[in-house]
DNA sequence: TCCTATGTTGTATG
DNA sequence: ACATACAACATAGG
């Protein structure tokens, strides 16, 4: 499920244990979120320690605890957390949870494709902070996606997008609606693509980024119909701007869906391109 | 039974 | 070395 915004939504899911002590640390110290840490003795050691604060980058967590303990959650493809009464059970899913006097936290990941991680240090780790700049954030220009998409030339669009190194956050369903907002085919290759197209792309990456933020990123409630989003993954699905069939196909590695109607194969005349013969 | 799934990573291939 | 493609991971649900 988790992408920018829905990883925003479960961050906060832990704000009201803000300041919290925790009591007890509850493991699957086998499960394979855990790749090999030593969950034993980090559990041990967080145990007595008040967790502090939190924030989200790309599709990352990070949880801040008093003694310079660092928590870094990463959800995968099935993960989430949630907040429960201390009389709650968990379960097999359940791979780890923070008990405090009132609630239960728990990170919960049927696929294990997700990830827990520990540090203890005065500041951020290192990996932590060389996450690349937010869409939202004056770093993230046109110009360096011109750059980026020249030297990825060979790659289709698609595929680029999904690059955590230059779209943080951005997941197989915030391309797809990022690509039908900016009329570009999934399969139009980096280096085709022209300076207006890019920026085109640029905007469209930031206001779904915004938007998905206030609304999924807020209550988990699905963005309106308007969207690609309610449609891509509905059989028969149409385009709510052209009323045409959606098409799918795999992109990337990814399944991928997009309107014929307005994302050409090739890029649509236009006649703002100066004098005839130019 | 078989196919799909909002992600990442290691390995193979050009 | 460099970029791209693809299988693998583990589980649930249609």
Known sequence: MPELAEVEYYRKRWNPAFGQRILAVHTHPAAKVFRGSPVRAWAAALRGQTLLGSEAAAKQMLFRFSGQHWLGLHLGMSGSLSRQNPEYRPGRHD?????????????????????????????APAEWRALPPPLLSEQFTPEALVTYFARRRASPVKALLLDQGRF???????????????????RRK??????????????????????????IGETMEDPPA?????????????????????????????????????????????????PKGS
Not at 96 to 120: I, K, N, S
């Open 95 to 123: 791979h780890l949870v923070l008990a405090t006097e009132r609630d239960l936290l728990v990170f919960t990941d049927p696929r294990m494709f997700g990830r827990v991680r520990h540090w203890q240090g005065p500041e």
């Open 226 to 274: 308007s969207w690609l989003f309610p449609h891509r993954w509905a059989d028969g699905g149409t385009c709510p701007r052209s009323g045409v069939k959606l098409e799918r196909a795999t992109i990337g590695g990814r399944t991928t869906c997009w309107s014929p109607a307005l994302q050409p194969i090739t890029p649509k005349m236009t006649r703002s391109r100066g």
């Open 168 to 186: 943080p956050g951005v997941g197989n369903w915030m391309a797809d609606e990022i690509l039908w907002r900016a009329g570009l085919h999934p």
């Open 190 to 215: 980096g280096g085709d693509l022209s300076r207006e197209e890019i920026g085109r792309l640029h905007a469209e990456c930031r206001w779904v980024a915004r938007e998905a933020l206030a609304t």
